[in-house]
DNA sequence: CTGCCGATGAAACATCTGTTGCGAAAACTG
DNA sequence: CAGTTTTCGCAACAGATGTTTCATCGGCAG
């Protein structure tokens, strides 16, 4: 009984020919704006397709639901996880062990990439660009992408600290910290009492706090101007980091995309930098560029 | 009056604290479950939250909007420009949207599930479980999932060590790696030569090697027992992460899975050590379990 | 203890929901 | 053309919706 959104729309297709006039009207109404049929009320999806609202009574009907909150569901659930398109894919996956893992990392992407709009990613990189300096913290698990943000941020950015509480160190490093700062602080559930602490001391000194959280509610964004939201969710017995990486580098390229040519220049003449040091080895794959 | 959806987060996580416990338990809801909001009706929603149909009312108007639909507004508003399905979305974003890169992680992932199947997991499970000791590296870019990776392992296994050549002294950590250790290393072009440093010491001293790599012809690889490949590949300045997190992550569920009851308790057991040192604060959202 | 005040829950409210029944109109059939 | 069938619109229905009202609870100051 449970439809998914692209049979119906074929359903409605293949039978369109059958329907009577009125009911053509609301079955194309229904294809050209399927956003409205899961929001609004049959009454105002009606109004504005010019219809009466029996007609799409009717209309579920003669598809062969018995309701139009039968008819509605494909619709809702294309909705629920945002970009459907992708989700559908995902599910015709064979359904093997580690093919689980995988779909719902992509789940997870998902529901991160609903969670965010573009407007906050261009506000967390302007405020990083017109930051004196900027400090990143993360800790316990999330020190990983801490320290990879940093990492990467550093190539093309000087004055980037990472944050470490390396040797108990963590008061004195955050002496630096300062008015006209930015504290990038990433963390999930459980927080970690020094994630609180960056915050806190940021937050005194009047520094810029941006956080990535896994709930705009973390003890650690209390007193954040900006939040960027993941979530950890999963079938695993740990909370993933997936979306938190995602986070970190989709940031670290429009900063990058913002930067435009000088930001270019400072991360080649980087990496030219780490080649002249003979940091990297060279790869014998014959296929490389 | 209309306000867009980050405001809306924004002055919910401003004003969180002010809340009362019912009308905190109805906002951390509706962070978490955004979708919900635009769909569901107030009651339902009510009903799934724990909380009384009024609580909603009341916090949307403690938060200043005059009735309930006001407050679902930006939710709606949201989920109308979320998914990618028809033509509808272009002449939204702006060229550089969020979702294409959101688009290229899943690419990627869908990249480095084809790259691997479940025997090569469960196969790296089995050398690890049956390793004396772990040693874990990761260096420049990758330092972060080495560190996440070792963080979490050392969760539910006592002898797992992170390489870090913290000081310089990467030698001096390595002298510990002997036969019937397991040494697990991440890498990606540019290969750096610590890992392959790592690599042949490990292989001199007769220690099993697992590689985690964007090419099974890293040279890091090459005395790999095992190689776990991953994507890095995306329209975005830097090399991605976020595959090899989710290929470590992968690994670590199938240890945890493989360890059963045993691993599961210790996992316990160091969760409450950590709880008992005061590592973690409270959160405050009442909606957890 | 009393009196107060905000927070909370239960029930009643008007309104809007999807759905039905029925009559008028239109379209087809012989 | 009449007779039949289908389509359509209107008004009414039961149930669900968001909201209001009011009684109760629980903490706290005097």
Redesign the pocket.
Known sequence: MADTFSSLVDKIRSRYVDL????RRAAAFVLKRPEEVAIV????LAANAG???????RL?RTLGYT???DFKEPFIERMRSAPAFYSDRAKKLPATAPAELHLSHIKTLEATQALNDASTFSAAAEALESAQNVFVAGFRACFGPAHAFAYVYQLFRRDVVLLSGLGGGLEAELRAVDEGDVVCIIGFRPYSRESVTVAEHAARRGATLIAIADSPLAPFAREAKIVLTFSTEGPSLFPSLVSASAIAEHLLDTLAARGGDAALERLKSAEAQLQALGVFVPAYDPTDD
Chains 1, 2 share one sequence.
Not at 20 to 23: T, V
Not at 51 to 56: A, N
């Open positions: 009577s006039p009125q009911q009320s049959m009454r105002t219809v009466q609202p029996v007609t799409f009574v579920a309701a139009w909150e």
